[in-house]
């Protein structure tokens, strides 16, 4: 007999909130520590930081790394506590930070920010800077320029050809012309998702900076703002998995050392401050962009690179010296913070390493780095921190299928706070049912992992995930209708939160199984499309 679809009780805070969360796997981290590290990176370097790439995170288990862009549907499985706190959300408002605020931050907040270590060249040359003259060799200089590429909205394109103009303009969004020439306009076209207009607008402002298009190879100066703007540029073209134009963009960035990307070099503008103009996440954001876009077996070279960085000012902060190894006098507070955010960006930088390994299939490495942080922690992890670690460990063997799973997901079990009432019944949390969900999956009992999902649904009626998955189960059982009906429920009570990419290629998948879709479905699917803006215009075929 079929299954009633569940009933949906939307509840009001829920449903105008911003459904994108500001934080993710890296960040939370340190919301997760004992010690405050919330202003980490500024804002615009946070932006996207949650990316819905095409790659597969420690917390996308079953489903392929590319992403299933297949003739069949895909589970959907993220680590709630990790992605979606809402200890450390970002206002929209703040997505661009001018250098006038972060100029205006504490100092020692600032040197923390923005510390890296030069290499041994790039040093000697930063300590001969003032008698240099801003004169450098060109091997010694970054001279980016953007692609000469205008972004458009084929969706909308799409949309108008289907629906004629006058109904699709309702889907519309701004374009590049409608808004100001500057971070106010990015920040709209953001806002908006109107990706492809955002990056178009990058391209006018980093020309202001003589890094427009036909302009890489030629010297220019760079400031924090610049560097902020290529790396929304960056997080923009990663957003829409422009990986061609960002591999070739980022060469000119090399190894992020050269000596006019860090303040030392510009003195007129900051003093006698020390660091690099580079944000980390910009740096973690280019370590990562290899797997994608090359062809090599050593996509993890610039990823450890980084991390041997980390390190070293990890070292040099136990050695009592200052992060870049300078014997600056730090006071005790002042250094204890300092650990705190450069563990805490370590730990982000070894997420990315496992996340690179399982997109690469080498589990033996995944493993091994995951389990280095589950018993060698350098943070004061929280009883739900370390259990998201217990249950990401199950869930990669659970991908070799490896029965070991089943012993993590019980040590994560047996961490879960007991109910104090002699008299209540403990029952199984949120986490052990979708832990339960996937053991179910791996033995194809779609059956059982729909109650436990379903379960899991009623402890959080809001989470489209567990819907998304509920359907899925439907779909492997035969129940190809009520497994649309699901969806498109989810899709008209949840418009926000439903429309992701994992959810929308699930239920296109399921329209191609219909032995007739209907005008009706078909309207349905381009205006899902159109209202998830431009992230997912390839699914429309």
Known sequence: MDRKTPELRPA?????????????LFDDISSHAATDTKREEPAVCRIFQQIE????????II???DNGHTNSPGFEIREVSFLNTGNDRIDPLNIFSHELELSSIPTEDERRRFAWIPSTKTKNILEKASQMNHTLPRDMLTMPGV???NFTNKTYEALVSYLGENEAAAFKSKTTEEVTQDERGLKLLIEDGNYSEALNLTTRLLAMYGQGPGQMGYASKHTKHSLQLWFTRFSLLVKICA????SKEALAWDDLDHPDLYMQWYKELYGNKYGSLVPFGFRLLLAELPQYVTPSTNVYKKLFEVLIGVRKIIKNLDNGLAEDGRNVELTVQDRNTTKVLWYTREARVIHSCINCALNQKDFKL???????????PRLKYTTDHSRSLLSAMGRIFLQVGDLKAHGYFLK????????????????ADYRELIDAALLAIAQNNYKEAYKHFENAYVLNSNNVMVL?????????EGQLNNAISLLEDAIQRYPDLALNESLLSNICCFYQFQNSASNKQRLLKYHIISKYKNSVSDLIS
Do not use: G, H
């Open 366 to 376: 995944a493993i091994q780095l995951l389990k280095d942080l589950i018993e060698t």
């Open 412 to 427: 994560s079990s047996r961490l879960k706070p007991q109910i104090q009432e002699t008299n209540s019944e403990n029952k």
């Open 12 to 24: 009001i805070n829920e449903y105008f909130k911003d459904p994108s969360p500001s934080s993710n």
């Open 147 to 149: 692609e000469n590429v």
């Open 53 to 60: 790439t095409k790659k597969t995170d420690i917390f996308d």
């Open 468 to 476: 998304n998955n509920m359907a899925t189960c439907l779909f492997y």
């Open 63 to 65: 489903k392929s790394s």
């Open 243 to 246: 990986w061609k134009i960002a």
